[in-house]
């Protein structure tokens, strides 16, 4: 069974720009969280889509955005870029999403973004 | 709310030393509790999860972990570390229906 994927691996991007990076879960699976790594901070939990749905958002401005497909893929985008988005994002898929108790995530590569 | 610390940022082995990553958590009940491993440049790959039951964990790659509710811990061990085990690891702690929250990580050097 494939892996989660994640597209594209690397992106190099000029402040004030705008940003979509792309999520494929493993087959069946129907629920996408996106974390943001950076080396200060770890990870922070970005959003988590549920069948098409945002279920569960964390603290970030609303330049960070995502949305879930039919298929479960997933994007996220950030606009009016910033320096401090500079970092690498991590796609997790998983079979249900959060409110149930037992789950467990399966994270793709990530997208390693730099703001220049 | 939930938190989890993992009080060592980086720590140091011999290759073939046993090893010991701390974890503490804070949660009102007993949430399940992950271990994760991230090379460099790579994502989080899942080492092990407690959800319930034995409290005495095995994972992949020879891990294993142990949950001790008296100290809210959940401390990831390895009798004989590889040089290959150099990574960072992360521990991540979930409540009930709350979304899963993650260690600031341990960054593991093997020496030879």
């Known amino acids: 069974k494939a892996g989660v994927t994640q597209t594209p691996r690397y992106l190099i991007k000029t402040r004030g720009q705008q940003v979509t990076l792309s999520c494929s879960p493993i087959?069946?699976?129907?629920?996408v969280s996106w974390y943001q790594q950076t080396p200060g901070q770890g990870l922070q939990f970005l959003f988590e889509?549920?069948?098409?749905?945002?279920?569960n958002k964390g603290n970030f401005p609303g330049r960070f955005s995502g949305r879930q497909f039919s298929n479960s893929r997933s994007e996220m985008n950030v606009s009016t870029l910033e320096l401090g988005d500079s970092a690498l994002y991590l796609c997790?898929?998983?079979?249900?999403?959060?409110?149930?108790?037992?789950?467990?995530?399966?994270f793709g590569p990530g997208t390693r973004l730099t703001v220049t | 709310a939930q938190s989890v610390t993992q009080p060592d940022i980086h720590i140091t082995v011999s290759e073939g030393a046993s090893l010991e990553l701390r974890c503490n958590y804070s949660?009102?009940?007993?949430?399940?509790l992950f271990w994760y491993v991230q090379s460099p440049g790579q994502g989080l790959q899942l080492l092990l999860k407690?959800?319930?039951?034995?409290?005495l964990v095995q994972g992949i790659k020879g891990f294993e972990a142990e949950f001790k509710r008296s100290q809210s811990s959940f401390n990831l061990r390895k009798p004989s570390v590889h040089w290959s085990d150099a990574a960072e690891y992360f521990c991540?702690?979930?409540?009930?229906?709350?979304?899963?929250?993650f260690g600031i990580g341990t960054k593991l050097q093997v020496i030879p």
């Open positions: 997790a898929s998983s079979l249900g999403f959060s409110i149930q108790g037992e789950y467990e995530q399966y």
């Open positions: 087959s069946g699976h129907r629920s």
């Open positions: 889509y549920f069948s098409e749905t945002q279920r």
């Open positions: 949660y009102g009940a007993t949430p399940y």
């Open positions: 407690y959800f319930s039951g034995d409290t």
């Open positions: 991540a702690v979930k409540g009930g229906y709350q979304k899963v929250t």
